[in-house]
């Protein structure tokens, strides 16, 4: 019997918004850098949940039945890891985080360009190349 362990409170993103998404973090260097460290930290919580660990925790289990409790471990890394992806991908679309992160990028360039300006204006209205 299988149970559906999706938060009540949450919306599924649909292939369409998950696919478009992902595009759009795939053209936003600020979006993917985002997505690795993500990805990362996930797979640094899950690392936790090692069958040495699991065994640790469960010594009769892991004695009688391990086969099974490495069964349960996988399934629940699994949930675990796309639980966690569906929350992130649901959190970047209904938070607009890559449209914000692309306007966080136009504020910077702006600002560079205002300093670039008031440099060139104080030194007599040329720009010199520093390399």
């Given at each position: 019997?299988?149970?559906?362990?999706?938060?009540a409170?949450?919306?599924a993103?649909?292939?369409?918004?998950?696919?478009?998404v992902?595009?759009?973090?795939?053209r936003?260097?600020?979006?993917?850098?985002?997505?690795?460290?993500?990805?990362?930290?996930?797979?640094?919580a899950?690392?936790?949940?090692?069958?040495?660990?699991?065994?640790?925790?469960?010594?009769r289990l892991?004695?009688?039945?391990?086969?099974?409790?490495?069964?349960?471990?996988?399934q629940?890394?699994e949930?675990?890891?796309?639980?966690?992806?569906?929350?992130?991908?649901?959190?970047?679309?209904?938070?607009?985080?890559v449209?914000?992160?692309?306007e966080?990028?136009?504020?910077?360039?702006?600002?560079?360009?205002?300093?670039?300006?008031?440099?060139?204006?104080?030194s007599?209205?040329?720009?010199?190349?520093?390399?």
């Amino acid at each position: 019997m299988d149970v559906d362990h999706t938060p009540a409170n949450s919306a599924a993103p649909t292939a369409a918004s998950t696919a478009a998404v992902e595009a759009d973090t795939a053209r936003n260097a600020r979006a993917r850098k985002l997505r690795v460290a993500f990805e990362l930290a996930l797979r640094a919580a899950v690392s936790k949940l090692s069958q040495k660990n699991l065994e640790a925790s469960f010594p009769r289990l892991a004695k009688s039945i391990p086969e099974q409790l490495e069964a349960v471990r996988e399934q629940t890394v699994e949930f675990i890891q796309a639980a966690a992806q569906e929350e992130f991908d649901i959190i970047m679309e209904k938070r607009n985080v890559v449209a914000r992160l692309a306007e966080l990028d136009h504020v910077i360039e702006n600002g560079r360009r205002a300093d670039g300006s008031a440099a060139a204006a104080a030194s007599g209205g040329t720009l010199e190349s520093h390399a």
